[in-house]
T-cell receptor, first 114, second 116 residues
Framework: KNQVEQSPQSLIILEGKNCTLQ??????????LRWYKQDTGRGPVSLTI?????NTKSNGRYTATLDADTKQSSLHITASQLSDSASYIC?????????????FGRGTQLTVWP | EADIYQTPRYLVIGTGKKITLECSQT?????MYWYQQDPGMELHLIHY???????EKGDLSSESTVSRIRTEHFPLTLESARPSHTSQYLC???????????????FGEGSRLTVL
């Protein structure tokens, strides 16, 4: 069964600190992996998208890594800011259907305290 | 900046009422989707469309219906709302092409529906 598991479920850090969020998946055949940021009451916004051949991709203070062999990805946030408080969602797409089916994780709820 | 819009953002209605959630995008995308999201849970696909006059049900059983008469417009309708329909509804569109490993997925801001 294709699944996406994220950890931790929630995380509290102090402003200025770094943190790493994890995503493990069993989706096969793999097409791409995306990280989204979702502020409370808003729609998800794309941070990064990585295909099979990409190991790392950065977007400002956000750096995503992908290990397609172990089917793991991480999202590293550097020098956190209060505005980073949000849910971070890992989304994996398969290649095996015309739908380009997406599998969503439940998200990691990050809270940044001053 | 994604050009996809949902209205209303918030809606509180009584049981048995008919409601329509509007979704419009100005990016010319053929593919559009409706997702349902409950707190702490993953997004579930309830409807999708690959173009005008093309609509399909998604993974999650839903009593809602959709239509796609114009490329830019993908409304979702509930004929008779019930408290179990209380949820966040997210509309999305994509420029993904079959066989491609890329393609972006853009979300609207969501419609929060509460049925009393």
């Amino acid at each position: 069964k294709n699944q996406v598991e994220q950890s931790p479920q929630s995380l509290i850090i102090l402003e200025g600190k770094n943190c790493t969020l994890q995503c493990n998946y069993t989706v096969s055949p793999f097409s791409n992996l995306r990280w989204y940021k979702q502020d409370t009451g808003r729609g998800p916004v794309s941070l990064t998208i990585m295909t099979f051949s990409e190991n790392t991709k950065s977007n400002g203070r956000y750096t995503a890594t992908l290990d397609a062999d172990t089917k793991q990805s991480s999202l590293h946030i550097t020098a956190s800011q209060l505005s980073d408080s949000a849910s971070y969602i890992c989304v994996v797409s398969d290649r095996g259907s015309t739908l380009g089916r997406l599998y969503f994780g439940r998200g990691t709820q990050l809270t940044v305290w001053p | 900046e994604a050009d996809i819009y949902q209205t209303p953002r918030y809606l509180v209605i009584g049981t048995g009422k008919k409601i329509t959630l509007e979704c419009s995008q100005t990016m010319g995308h053929d593919k559009m989707y409706w997702y349902q999201q409950d707190p702490g849970m993953e997004l579930h696909l309830i409807h999708y469309s690959y173009g005008v006059n093309s609509t399909e049900k998604g993974d999650l059983s839903s009593e809602s219906t959709v239509s796609r008469i114009r490329t830019e417009h993908f409304p979702l309708t509930l004929e008779s709302a019930r408290p179990s329909h209380t949820s966040q509804y997210l509309c999305a569109s994509s420029d993904w092409v079959s066989g491609s490993d890329t393609g972006e997925l853009f979300f609207g801001e969501g419609s929060r529906l509460t049925v009393l």
